[in-house]
């Protein structure tokens, strides 16, 4: 009794001492890679998001404005309540324009704010993503192009200007295959989970790039900061009026940082668009990059985008709430295999009473409900 004793303490020591060892060559591991990758970034950084100071006014694909109520270069009036909208992700994925001008620009517009819409934009060619349709005024191949077809059908817009941040895929980020073991569709496989990470790297880094774009292009040198900023994908539509309304009250009224829709949220929060107050921009533009690669491995919870921003609002004391649908009506332009192109409102109550007619003609008569 007294041998298989001894023995059994020793067995327990090796055991907490393994573990003990396991815990901190891990956490020893996760500390290089971030410092590796964070090398990478400022490297990537360097030579694609600082340097746009140094191109032309004039490049479409630099820092310049183009204001639609012809006072190009005026100073911005710190009085005046100002919206950043960004619209991030890949350009090649740009298929639409006309619904953003009309159901989400136009009524902030018409409530006097002074409207800063920036496209930051992946100019590679689309890395992974569905199909898009392009039956309305769509695809867009350059900045120029997106400038042009703004300054000739929305002309008489004022009190909006219009700017330009490209930038391109991080070349050097390694695969993290902590990272690929939390996502969910595990059943996808190994390849699935590969192309997912690297979209998540475009998307998070395109949020990266527009805020540091956002703050050095506009905000310092100009020497205001938003009271608003909203981020929406490239790639999404609205099938009515945004209640911008809604947003601002709860923020005068304290009751909000942010704001989504509520749906799609898979878990989290919907990730294809987000209002904020200025605060809250610094952490879901600013910060979910770095924290994709210092969070993700540890946080069991984290399956996908939607419950990564979910954590980095919550960590950071942000409060949110969701917009009805109706309200914020905004979805995603898909294309299946199955159903050719169509509109993707999983789980959102699309009301077809909404510019239905026009948005469905030669597209699918099938929505995802």
Same mark, same amino acid.
């Given at each position: 009794n007294q041998r298989c004793k001894g023995m059994s303490n020793k067995f327990q020591r090796f055991l907490i001492f393994f573990i003990f060892a396991s815990v901190v060559f891990e956490e020893i591991a996760l500390y290089q890679y971030v410092v590796s990758q964070n090398r990478i970034k400022s490297r990537?950084?360097?030579?694609?998001?600082?340097?746009?100071?140094?191109?032309?006014?004039?490049?479409?694909t630099g820092c310049r404005p183009y204001n639609i109520s012809h006072v190009d270069g005026e100073q911005?009036?710190?009085?005046?309540?100002?919206?950043?909208?960004?619209?991030?992700?890949?350009?090649?994925?740009?298929?639409e324009i006309d619904t953003k001008?009309?159901?989400?620009?136009?009524?902030?517009?018409?409530?006097?704010?002074?409207?800063?819409?920036i496209f930051s934009l992946n100019v590679d060619v689309a890395r992974y993503g569905n199909l898009r349709s392009g039956m309305i005024d769509g695809p867009y191949t350059s900045f120029a192009e997106i400038s042009d077809y703004i300054e000739r059908h929305?002309?008489?817009?004022?009190?909006?200007?219009?700017?330009?941040?490209?930038?391109t895929q991080p070349q050097k980020i390694e695969r993290n295959n902590q990272i690929l073991r939390r996502y969910d569709k595990q059943e996808n496989g190994k390849e699935f989970l590969r192309k997912r990470f690297k979209a998540d790297i475009q998307q998070l880094y395109s949020l990266k790039s527009a805020y540091d774009y956002m703050v050095h292009n506009l905000e310092l040198p100009n020497k205001f900061t938003y009271d608003i900023v909203i981020r929406i994908r490239e790639d999404v539509a609205f099938f009515g009026k945004v209640d911008f309304e809604y947003f601002t009250n709860a923020v005068i009224n304290n009751q909000?940082?942010?704001?989504? $829709?509520?749906?799609?949220? =898979?878990?989290?929060?919907?990730d294809k668009a987000c209002v904020m107050t200025r605060e809250a921009a610094y952490y879901y533009l600013g910060t979910s990059f770095e924290r994709m690669f210092i969070d993700y491995p540890r946080r069991r919870k984290l399956r996908n985008t939607e419950t990564f921003y979910k954590f980095v609002m919550e960590n950071s004391?942000?409060?949110?709430?969701?917009?009805?649908?109706?309200?914020?009506?905004?979805?995603?332009m898909r294309g299946f295999n199955d159903t050719g192109n169509c509109y993707h409102s999983f789980?959102?109550?699309?009301?077809?009473? $909404?510019?239905?007619?026009? =948005?469905?003609?030669?597209?699918?008569?099938r929505f995802h409900q």
């Amino acid at each position: 009794n007294q041998r298989c004793k001894g023995m059994s303490n020793k067995f327990q020591r090796f055991l907490i001492f393994f573990i003990f060892a396991s815990v901190v060559f891990e956490e020893i591991a996760l500390y290089q890679y971030v410092v590796s990758q964070n090398r990478i970034k400022s490297r990537v950084l360097s030579t694609s998001v600082y340097k746009q100071e140094k191109k032309t006014k004039e490049a479409y694909t630099g820092c310049r404005p183009y204001n639609i109520s012809h006072v190009d270069g005026e100073q911005p009036n710190n009085s005046v309540k100002r919206v950043a909208i960004v619209v991030t992700g890949q350009l090649a994925r740009v298929r639409e324009i006309d619904t953003k001008m009309k159901f989400l620009i136009a009524p902030i517009l018409h409530q006097g704010y002074h409207v800063d819409l920036i496209f930051s934009l992946n100019v590679d060619v689309a890395r992974y993503g569905n199909l898009r349709s392009g039956m309305i005024d769509g695809p867009y191949t350059s900045f120029a192009e997106i400038s042009d077809y703004i300054e000739r059908h929305y002309w008489y817009f004022e009190n909006l200007n219009l700017y330009f941040n490209e930038h391109t895929q991080p070349q050097k980020i390694e695969r993290n295959n902590q990272i690929l073991r939390r996502y969910d569709k595990q059943e996808n496989g190994k390849e699935f989970l590969r192309k997912r990470f690297k979209a998540d790297i475009q998307q998070l880094y395109s949020l990266k790039s527009a805020y540091d774009y956002m703050v050095h292009n506009l905000e310092l040198p100009n020497k205001f900061t938003y009271d608003i900023v909203i981020r929406i994908r490239e790639d999404v539509a609205f099938f009515g009026k945004v209640d911008f309304e809604y947003f601002t009250n709860a923020v005068i009224n304290n009751q909000t940082d942010y704001a989504t $829709i509520d749906c799609n949220k =898979f878990g989290g929060i919907n990730d294809k668009a987000c209002v904020m107050t200025r605060e809250a921009a610094y952490y879901y533009l600013g910060t979910s990059f770095e924290r994709m690669f210092i969070d993700y491995p540890r946080r069991r919870k984290l399956r996908n985008t939607e419950t990564f921003y979910k954590f980095v609002m919550e960590n950071s004391k942000m409060k949110g709430i969701e917009f009805p649908f109706d309200q914020f009506p905004v979805i995603v332009m898909r294309g299946f295999n199955d159903t050719g192109n169509c509109y993707h409102s999983f789980k959102c109550p699309l009301n077809t009473s $909404i510019w239905y007619d026009e =948005f469905m003609e030669g597209s699918c008569n099938r929505f995802h409900q």
